[in-house]
């Protein structure tokens, strides 16, 4: 399985950005896929989260201006980010597993198996 994370830059607080995640050979009906992001020194946090049943969830910091999606294919997965603020310089890592729950997908990065490297995103004040 393969992630490759696009779309990162540099932006000024208040505009948004789109990030893709191309997914290959994945194997697996199932599905939950996230987006994490991560500064130096902190943990990794999950901001963005869907299955494959198209349940949607959020990190409460970016409910109302961020947006998961993927295409009709389910190879690539989307993060519409508005009104970024300032704070919300990280790296942005997409991630993947088989496992889902009833509600949504895991929140941990424990949950998630396979991985992206990473596309760093910028935003200045």
């Known amino acids: 399985v393969q992630l490759v994370e696009s779309g990162g830059g540099s932006v000024q607080t208040g505009e948004s950005l789109e990030l893709s995640c191309a997914i290959s050979?994945?194997?697996?009906?199932?599905?939950?896929m996230a987006w994490f992001r991560q500064t130096p020194g902190k943990e990794r946090e999950s901001v963005a989260r869907?299955?494959?049943?198209?349940?949607?969830t959020y990190a409460d910091s970016v409910k109302g201006r961020f947006t998961v999606s993927t295409d009709n294919t389910k190879t690539t997965l989307f993060l519409q980010m508005d009104v970024l603020k300032y704070e919300e310089s990280a790296k942005y890592y997409c991630?993947?597993?088989?496992?889902?729950?009833?509600?949504?997908?895991?929140?941990?990065?424990?949950?998630?198996?396979?991985w992206g490297r990473g596309t760093q995103v910028t935003v200045s004040s």
């Open positions: 869907i299955n494959s049943r198209g349940i949607t």
């Open positions: 991630a993947a597993t088989p496992r889902i729950l009833w509600n949504g997908c895991g929140v941990d990065r424990d949950d998630y198996n396979y």
């Open positions: 050979n994945y194997p697996y009906a199932d599905f939950c």
